[in-house]
């Protein structure tokens, strides 16, 4: 689902799990992802009209296996296709994968495409891993966005040790994604409009380049350390460092524990700070904006998990107003729609939280009745950087952006289990100044939506 659940930390631990390989393993999915809304500035706009609905079916087939005694490999292939759906039901394409042929996308490309979106070789002497080529990533400013029907990956070398009792140490190097970067590519001024929101023209998750194209993540690359202890058991602290070539500096900390006051109680602590340089500083100096500033955010958790199937949670997080970059994903479209790992993201609508001069609030309840799988989640996001220039320029100048929006998200759900079979039905309530437009496009304007959402994998 769009929420990530799992802890980076147990992320890192299960991927250094998996390298250990007896045999040969096949695993994949299929997948068929539906999404219809009542948003949009004609009068008759409802929901399950073909205008105003989204569909893709996706094909995940993995292999894994043994070369010798300490060595594996993976290799995964991915397939997406509207199975015609475009014809009668929808109007728009879950993922941005789809091509026109021609290496670019737009809002009619439908072709089905397919792409290897994992092959990668793993080694592993005594307590350290290294693995090199095409993989998924999980870190908190550089991931795989795992909640479409199809997941971006990076060409990457990682190096994993564990020699230090209850320590995991990380190094990375990150060459290539095939997320939408918008980072990038920001060379004149002439491309900031590039930046503004594209959802319709690239897919409705507006994060996978056409074609799932590799392409130099960041322009030139980038690195990353982190250090991961729970020395005392009931806490996990973590702390990563980046150095996005053309880009940014960044670092992100991070601490989770297990209160032994109250048993059943868990609580969170983030800390984030984006330094951005070259590229992302050029331009803002370019267009008289000033050189960009630091972006920083910090977000607490408080959750409750006494009550059996039962879990609750609340979580704050405020974003510095004068910063310019998301405190969100680098490898997608950071500047709008990106995921972010801070507690209070929301289900569904990305890109608020993590904003420069976003408070928010998050509140979720997930029960868990036997017969089926129940989830309540509520995002509250009010952004105030109306004196930020810089964020103008970078946003296209979007006037809803630039001066300040409100975001309210209710979303409720249901997933059941038939077998290999998941299915979930999604209904959000969507509440955003800069969503919704009347026809006029006027900012403020936006007007409180429904979407409907269908999930169904068949996991193999």
């Not at 299960?14 to 250990?20: E, I, N, P, R, V």
């Amino acid at each position: 689902m769009k929420l990530v659940k799992m802890s980076l930390a147990a992320a890192v631990l299960l991927g250094t799990s998996a390298f250990a390989i007896d045999n040969i393993k096949v695993n994949g999915d299929a997948k068929l992802f539906y999404n219809t809304t009542n948003s949009g500035t004609a009068a008759n706009n409802s929901l399950f009209d073909q205008s105003t609905s989204a569909a893709d079916a996706a094909l995940r087939l993995g292999v894994t296996g043994d070369l010798l005694k300490g060595v594996s490999f993976g290799v995964t292939a991915n397939g997406v296709s509207t199975l015609g759906l475009e014809n009668n039901m929808v109007a728009n394409t879950w993922t941005g994968a789809h091509s026109d042929g021609n290496g670019s996308v737009g809002a009619n490309d439908t072709d089905d495409t397919g792409w290897i979106s994992e092959l990668w070789i793993a080694a592993t002497l005594g307590k350290t891993t290294a693995k090199i080529g095409r993989m998924e990533l999980d870190t908190p400013l550089a991931f795989s966005e795992k909640w479409s029907v199809a997941v971006n990956t990076f060409d990457a070398a990682v190096l994993i040790n564990q020699d230090i009792p209850d320590t995991t140490l990380i190094g990375a190097w990150v060459g290539k994604g095939n997320g939408v970067n918008h980072l990038a590519p920001l060379a004149s001024t002439t491309q900031v409009a590039d930046v503004k929101d594209n959802r319709a023209d690239v897919g409705l998750d507006g994060f996978m380049g056409a074609g799932a194209k590799m392409t130099t993540f960041g322009e030139k690359g980038a690195y990353a350390v982190a250090a991961i202890n729970n020395s005392f058991k009931p806490l996990t602290a973590q702390a990563w460092y980046y150095d996005i070539g053309a880009v940014a500096d960044a670092y992100w900390l991070q601490a989770d524990i297990d209160c032994q006051l109250v048993k059943g109680v868990k609580i969170g602590a983030q800390y984030a700070n984006i330094d951005p340089k070259g590229l992302v500083d050029n331009i803002t100096i370019a267009n008289g904006a000033g050189g960009a500033k630091d972006s920083s955010a910090y977000a607490v958790k408080l959750a409750y998990e006494g009550v059996q199937n039962l879990k609750v949670s609340a979580a704050f997080s405020d974003v510095d107003e004068d910063g310019v970059l998301n405190i969100a994903n680098t490898a997608t479209n950071n500047l709008v729609t990106a995921q972010s790992k801070l507690y209070t993201e929301a289900w569904w609508n990305y890109g608020y939280v993590g904003a420069p001069g976003a408070t928010s609030w998050n509140i979720t309840a997930e029960y868990d009745a036997g017969f089926a799988k129940f989830g309540a989640y509520y995002t509250d996001v009010e952004i105030d950087n109306k004196n930020n220039a810089v964020v103008g320029v970078l946003n296209g100048l979007d006037a809803g952006r630039a001066n300040g929006i409100d975001m309210t998200e209710v979303t409720l759900t249901a997933s059941k289990s038939f077998g290999p079979l998941d299915a979930t039905l999604a209904y959000i309530s969507t509440d955003a100044e800069d969503q919704n437009l009347n026809a006029a496009g006027t900012a403020g304007s936006g007007s409180r939506y429904d979407s409907i959402q269908a999930y169904l994998t068949l996991n193999f």
